[in-house]
């Protein structure tokens, strides 16, 4: 299985700073098939980036992707209220599909 | 807009089978391009892949689950299904239903509100 290793764990901020939100893969990811997905307490989550670096509708341009093989990183500018969440990353290079263990986005 | 509803009993008592459906609108799921998945997630844990089905295609599981799984589609109900056998506690959790929109894009773009499934006598 590829593991998927998001770091930090916690990460606090402040409004209107910059996150940037690190998921390592223990083998190499095509970069087509690394997704990003933010999810708010009782809440399902939320498609934010997939390919990498490719916006699902809806999503802001502030939120990025970027990486390749075993490094991606996902950025957020300009912190706003809504922000705050816990974010995963997920592989579908091969099965078993997997996240990351998650990163919590808290307000500093 | 696709749209995903699960629905099934919250309560369910060990080594019994847990059985849960979730209602697509505003899409098909015998359109044959999409993906029907169910991801699961312990209380206060991480999300888990479970599975997924394609209409007129093979289905695929999580080994974790071993022979335990099994998913199907209804397509008279424009449903698809998550039977899962011999359930512990550890089954305990909330169950999302999901969609990957192609077989090259297998991330998960829409998903449904997720239900609350205990596993307890």
């Known amino acids: 299985d590829i593991v998927l290793t998001q770091s930090p764990g916690t990460l606090s901020l402040s409004l209107g700073e910059r996150a940037s939100l690190s998921c390592r893969a223990s083998?190499?990811?095509?970069?087509?098939?690394l997704a990003w997905y933010r999810q708010k307490p009782g809440q399902a989550p939320r498609l934010l980036i997939y390919g990498t670096s490719n916006r699902a509708t809806g999503i802001a341009d502030r939120i990025s992707g970027s990486g390749s093989g075993t490094e991606f990183t996902l950025t957020i500018s300009g912190l706003e209220p809504e922000d705050f969440a816990v974010y995963y990353c997920?592989?579908?290079?091969?099965?078993?599909?997997?996240f990351g263990q998650g990163t919590k986005l808290e307000i500093k | 807009q696709v749209q995903l509803h699960e629905s099934g009993p919250g309560l369910v008592k060990p080594s019994e089978t847990l059985s849960l459906t979730c209602t697509v609108s505003?899409?098909?799921?015998?359109?044959?391009?999409?993906?029907w998945s169910w991801v699961r997630q312990p209380p206060g844990k991480g999300l888990e892949w479970i599975g997924y089905t394609v209409y007129g295609g093979s289905d695929n599981y999580n080994p974790s689950f071993k022979s335990r799984v099994t998913i199907s589609i209804d397509t008279s109900k424009n449903q698809f299904s998550l039977k899962l056998s011999s359930v512990t506690a550890a089954d305990t959790a909330v169950y999302y239903c999901a969609r990957s929109p192609t077989v090259l894009l297998r991330h998960f773009d829409y998903w449904g509100q997720g239900t609350v499934v205990t596993v307890s006598s």
């Open positions: 505003g899409g098909s799921v015998s359109s044959g391009d999409s993906y």
């Open positions: 997920q592989q579908s290079k091969s099965s078993p599909y997997t």
């Open positions: 083998q190499s990811v095509s970069s087509s098939y």
